[in-house]
């Protein structure tokens, strides 16, 4: 079982910018799907952006398209999410998760990820 352990969370003012990091130990990332998802005070977990493992295929949802980036170093076995232009609607806690199935596309459901990290903090202030 792999461990997931994100970093780079923190309070930002709106049009700043975070970059996240997901790193993972345990075993080898690089067969694997990656996604960021994040769960925002009273509101479900909900998806934010997945890249296949070769880093070739990514999607990303409406609310952060052309905004977020997710990247993946399978060197380092550490998936970022490089987060610009910042709202406060991405105030949220965020997870990195794996996917399943090796060498398999997940898809945007919390249920296509296996493993989970604790989540990162991010506050965008107004």
């Known amino acids: ?3 997931l352990v994100e970093s780079g969370g923190g ?6 910018s975070l970059r996240l990091s997901c790193a993972a ?11 960021w998802f ?8 909900e998806f934010v952006a997945r890249i296949n493992w070769s880093g070739v295929s990514t999607d ?11 990247s993946r170093d399978n060197a380092k076995n550490t998936v970022y999410l490089q987060m610009n232009s910042l709202k406060p609607e991405d105030t949220a806690v965020y997870y990195c998760a794996s996917g399943r199935d090796f060498y ?8 296509d990820y296996e493993d989970w990290g ?6 965008v202030s107004s």
Do not use: C, H, W
Request: net charge positive; charged share 25%; proline share 4%.
């Open 60 to 70: 990303y949802a409406d609310s952060v398209k052309g905004r977020f980036t997710i």
């Open 104 to 111: 398999r596309y997940s898809g945007e459901s919390e249920n």
């Open 1 to 3: 079982q792999v461990q």
């Open 38 to 45: 994040r769960q925002a005070p009273g509101k479900k977990r």
């Open 118 to 123: 604790r989540g990162t903090q991010v506050i």
């Open 25 to 35: 130990s345990g075993r080898t990332l690089s067969p694997y799907s990656m996604g």
């Open 11 to 16: 309070l930002v003012q709106a049009g700043g």
